[in-house]
Antibody, heavy 120, light 107 residues
Framework: QGQLVESGGGVVQPGRSLRLSCAAS????????MHWVRQAPGKGLEWVAF????????YYADSVKGRFSISRDNSKNTLYLQMNSLRTEDTAVYYC?????????????WGLGTMVTVSS | DIQMTQSPSTLSASVGDRVTITCRAS??????LAWYQQKPGKAPKFLIY???SLESGVPPRFSGSGSGTEFTLTISSLQPDDFATYYC?????????FGQGTKVEIK
């Protein structure tokens, strides 16, 4: 069915950078678009970024545009989220999620999440 | 951006109850709507896509309906494992947005 495992979270000071990774297994990673979604403590789900199966199409939430960068390495079955100029409001659990199918962009597989804490 | 509004925010129910959660979109999203279930400390679980299509392996007591701007998630007979928070999400266009969540708690 497939599995996603995020890594790279931690505690970081405001203004610093962090790179998250999402390792995919059990499916043909290069055939699927992917998303990052985050959830602040005690809050709801917030979409962060999207990348198409081949990296040719990318979209960001306004809240992270210009600071975050999504990318993928299909040879390594890995999705990335480079987070720069971090703010306290970026504190959240970050999930990677797979797109269900081309033209049907629900999120069918989610990782377990990795916690990012931005604090001085 | 398309706003998604769920109601109620919290719902108290008993095992065996029929439960309905409503999700409204600020503009038409056709049937591009998904539902997820999330338990504390866990990742969301995919339940329904295209407003009414049940994901494989999801119990048939879950059902979705609606199109355009108004959608519902119904649990026909609430089971102990169903106490959780439920989110709707549109994927009609970017940015994708989620509803604020509906917590289903034990009455």
């Amino acid at each position: 069915q497939g599995q996603l495992v995020e890594s790279g979270g931690g505690v970081v000071q405001p203004g610093r950078s962090l790179r998250l990774s999402c390792a995919a297994s059990g499916f043909i990673f290069s055939g699927y678009a992917m998303h990052w979604v985050r959830q602040a403590p005690g809050k709801g789900l917030e979409w962060v970024a999207f990348i198409s199966y081949d990296g040719s199409n990318i979209y960001y939430a306004d809240s992270v545009k210009g600071r975050f960068s999504i990318s993928r390495d299909n040879s390594k079955n890995t999705l990335y989220l480079q987070m720069n100029s971090l703010r306290t409001e970026d504190t959240a659990v970050y999930y990677c999620a797979r797109v269900y199918a081309p033209g049907n962009d629900a999120f069918d597989i989610w990782g377990l999440g990795t916690m990012v804490t931005v604090s001085s | 951006d398309i706003q998604m509004t769920q109601s109620p925010s919290t719902l108290s129910a008993s095992v065996g109850d029929r439960v309905t959660i409503t999700c409204r979109a600020s503009q038409s999203i056709s049937s591009w709507l998904a539902w997820y279930q999330q338990k504390p400390g866990k990742a969301p679980k995919f339940l329904i896509y295209k407003a009414s299509s049940l994901e494989s392996g999801v119990p048939p007591r879950f059902s979705g309906s609606g199109s355009g701007t108004e959608f519902t998630l119904t649990i026909s007979s609430l089971q102990p494992d169903d106490f959780a928070t439920y989110y709707c999400q549109h994927y009609n266009s970017f940015p994708v947005t989620f509803g604020q969540g509906t917590k289903v708690e034990i009455k």
